[in-house]
């Protein structure tokens, strides 16, 4: 029952009296007792906000000018509730921590009443565990935001984020000052347990120069120092317009292109790692000319990389990575590209329009990596177009996925390809057998449809001890004239060693072709099954048919239609239309293959061609 005092004060107008809060009194004929006035109920006013202090209420009598209760507190459901239940206001919980706020005067002390208005007071602050910076919504910085040999701890970490009400973000504009060596809008250098949640990051210069929205570094200066950054989270952040270096005349492959974009992670002079990164929830939009980028050191000589297969590469490592529901778009090279990579996964990413100012490039890669697992993201539109060599089209890279140098073991599983200028997956691996340098990956349970096949949708590139492509589903467009899988090398190569079992190619291309090598790789190609739709052809497919042992040729009967867009085959959930019917011949009708749990869907393992095990 909210408590309304009473006004003792009396207010006389025009021969009637307002009198206390419980009522006004006075008229002619009149009569309560011994002053002889009449008493009648005030009429008020719903509640009325007086700001932080409280409510009140007003009169409405027209007998009177109006009266205002006395002043009561708000009312919420509970400490971090935002909104009083009475009248509406909204109020910021003034949590502990440091307040930003561009609009507020100079001279601020950092409270929640007078924050400070810029990055310049950081200097001022000595932060220590459990600390918080929090930057008002809607609110623009200018400059780089820098921190440096700062660390909370794994229980109370020191968070950089948002405040106050509103959907837009507080912004940090690099402003063409935030650039160079080892700079982004967002450094981070020798930190540990430090989260960023919730800021825009952008730089307000349109020509290319050394930029980066963030940049992580984790380094020592001494010989013999070494320094590992441990517990730091992007989480929410939106990263654009990062004018990097595009290098598009060479399709983006110098160096000062590859050190440029929206994250880029590293090492500089090769004495320092990260442990337990993550980045999350991040949007990452038109930046050159990666999305997000690791290194042991940034460049790509031999001193600039640790092999995967060396005993020094623990030592240097990233380890427990995780890079995950993030959406990452209109990229100038590559997506994602991590190298120095020990074990971490990649997933649940919806990455699209890479490639787009540099020619080539693939959308997720690996390189110098052991173990790392690429699961459950969603890539297309990437945009790569060939260059013209004595007119003749030079394709370079335009895959959604690609094993490079080093991909030591990895595994590559549940993704979903689509209208991509090249396909699926391609490897630029190693197989170095002096140097007992032997790349193995995976390539299962994988979806594409339309992809445009350019070079080819699943391409057996570089040398590697074992390309395994199993259980992967694939549909072409009518279209397109898609190479479906390609096998590089001549007729005398014996290093493109693969294995490629248990997949459904369902076919609608009239201009279809399978380009395998008659040389003496080592090859296992069966139980597949193969489609051709009313109209389409495959050339090449009687020598795929000589080597494909226990080959299906039949409808697999899918259950839906594919989409006639590309936003209409968007989404993970488009992939529902290649689920197979349960009389399908796909049906327990695979190699058995060991260490897989479920399919595309999560549904059980069970014998079958494909990337559905649902029946």
Not at 76 to 86: F, K, L, P
Not at 337 to 352: A, D, P, Q, S, T
Not at 531 to 556: C, H, M, R, T, W
Request: charged content about 20%; glycine content about 12%.
């Amino acid at each position: 029952m909210l408590n309304i005092k009473k006004l003792t004060a009396l207010i006389i107008v025009g021969g009637l009296a307002a009198g206390t809060l419980g009522g006004c009194f006075g008229g002619e004929n009149g009569d309560n007792g011994d002053n002889g006035n009449t008493h009648a109920e005030h009429t008020w006013s719903d509640y009325i906000s007086g700001g932080e202090s409280g409510h009140y209420r007003r009169t409405t009598c027209t007998e009177h000018e109006p009266i205002n209760s006395e002043v009561e507190e708000h009312v919420y459901d509970g400490d971090a509730a935002t909104v009083c239940n009475v009248c509406g206001y909204v109020r910021v919980v003034g949590e502990a921590g440091y307040y930003f706020d561009s609009t507020a005067p100079a001279g601020g002390d950092g409270s929640l009443q007078s924050p400070y208005n810029s990055f310049f007071y950081l200097n001022s602050i000595e932060l220590k565990a459990g600390d918080v910076l929090r930057f008002k919504n809607g609110c623009e910085f200018r400059g780089g935001f820098e921190l440096k040999e700062v660390s909370g701890t794994e229980s109370q970490p020191i968070v950089i984020t948002n405040y106050g009400g509103g959907t837009a973000l507080p912004k940090f504009n690099g402003n063409n000052t935030a650039k160079g060596s080892n700079k982004g809008v967002i450094t981070l250098e020798n930190c540990s347990y430090i989260t960023v949640r919730n800021i825009e990051i952008y730089d307000s210069a349109k020509s290319e120069d050394d930029r980066r929205g963030v940049m992580l570094l984790a380094d020592s200066k001494e010989q013999g120092a070494f320094n590992t950054s441990t517990g730091i989270t992007l989480e929410g952040l939106y990263i654009h317009d990062i004018r990097g270096t595009t290098d598009a005349a060479n399709s983006g492959m110098s160096t000062a292109s590859k050190i440029t974009g929206g994250v880029q992670i590293w090492s500089y002079y090769g004495r320092g790692r990260f442990d337990k990164l993550t980045i999350k929830g991040c949007t990452i939009r038109n930046v050159d000319n990666v999305g997000i980028a690791s290194w042991y050191r940034p460049g790509t000589s031999g001193a600039h990389k640790v092999s995967p297969y060396s005993a020094d590469f623990g030592k240097t490592a990233h380890t427990n990575v995780v890079i995950c529901d993030n959406d990452i778009s209109d990229i100038g090279k590559n997506g994602i590209f991590v190298r120095n990579l020990k074990g971490g996964v990649i997933e649940r990413n919806v990455l699209h329009d890479t490639a787009v100012r540099c020619i080539s490039g693939n959308t997720i890669v690996t390189s110098y990596v052991h173990g790392t697992v690429i699961q459950h993201n969603e890539g297309y539109l990437n945009r790569a177009q060939p260059k013209m060599n004595n007119g003749e089209k030079d394709w370079q890279d335009g895959c959604m996925l690609d094993a490079d140098l080093q991909s030591r073991d990895t595994v590559w599983q549940y993704n979903y390809s689509h209208d991509n200028s090249f396909g699926l997956f391609i490897n630029c691996t190693s197989l170095l057998t002096d140097l007992n340098v032997r790349d193995k990956v995976t390539v299962r349970y994988n979806l594409s449809v339309n992809d445009k096949g350019n070079m080819a949708i699943v391409y057996i590139n570089y040398a590697a001890e074992l390309v395994e492509i199993y259980n992967n589903t694939f549909v072409t467009s009518a279209e397109d004239s898609p190479v479906l899988l390609k096998v590089n090398g001549s007729n005398n190569s014996a290093d493109r060693n693969y294995a490629f079992y248990n997949n459904v190619i369902y076919n609608r291309s009239a201009n279809a072709s399978v380009k395998l090598s008659y040389g003496t790789n080592t090859q296992d190609i069966s139980n597949n099954l193969v489609f051709n739709d009313d109209g389409a052809a495959i050339d090449g497919l009687d020598y795929f048919k000589q080597l494909n042992s226990e080959g299906l040729y039949v409808d697999p009967l899918l259950t839906g239609n594919i989409g006639a867009t590309v936003e209409k085959r968007s989404g993970m959930e488009a992939a529902n239309v290649c689920k197979l019917a349960s009389s399908s011949p796909a049906k327990d009708e695979g190699k058995a293959v060991s260490g897989v749990a479920k399919d595309f869907f999560g549904n059980a393992y069970r014998r079958s061609l494909g990337f559905f095990c649902g029946f």
